[in-house]
């Protein structure tokens, strides 16, 4: 399977019933969903988890959200979504790139980018990414084409 860029970072998905919306494809909710999941599992790969979050007493929010639909996913179909760090600062923010791929026939279901911004988790207000994040995800960073 071919990628908008090399490597990724991947999960698979089998579509269950509760994914599907009142028009019988994947509700919009549930690709935001994916994308939180395979983001929090990248960091763990890359040994940032929760636990240690908290004990830097930061994390990484949200900041925007870009969604591109292509195409709809449906019941029992399996997916592939791959992840990419593109950007890190070193001072506040990383950008993720995500894409989502059916397997049957691998066609482009969804891309996404978001941009995350580092907060202290106590105060909710924006800090520094610690030494590791910028050691980690800064290693992590595929250039964009």
Same mark, same amino acid.
């Given at each position: ?16 019933? @509760?994914?599907?919306?009142?028009? @019988? ?21 890359? @040994? ?41 600062? @070193? ?55």
């Amino acid at each position: 399977m071919s990628w908008v860029l090399p490597d990724p970072y991947r999960m698979e998905i089998v579509v269950d019933e @509760g994914a599907i919306d009142a028009y @019988g494809h994947v509700n919009n909710g549930e690709y935001l969903r994916w994308i939180e999941q395979i983001s929090w599992a990248h960091s763990e790969a890359l @040994g940032l988890s929760l636990a240690r979050y908290r004990e830097l007493d930061r994390a990484m929010v949200v900041q925007r959200h870009e969604i591109d639909y292509h195409a709809a996913a449906f019941a029992g179909e399996a997916l592939i979504l791959a992840t990419w760090i593109v950007a890190c600062d @070193g001072r506040f923010t990383l950008t993720r790139r995500f894409q989502l791929r059916r397997q049957r026939d691998e066609r482009t279901l969804m891309t996404a980018r978001t941009r995350f911004a580092c907060v202290a988790l106590s105060s909710g207000r924006p800090k520094r990414l610690p030494d590791e994040y910028r050691r980690l995800y800064g290693d992590a960073v595929v250039p964009e084409a």
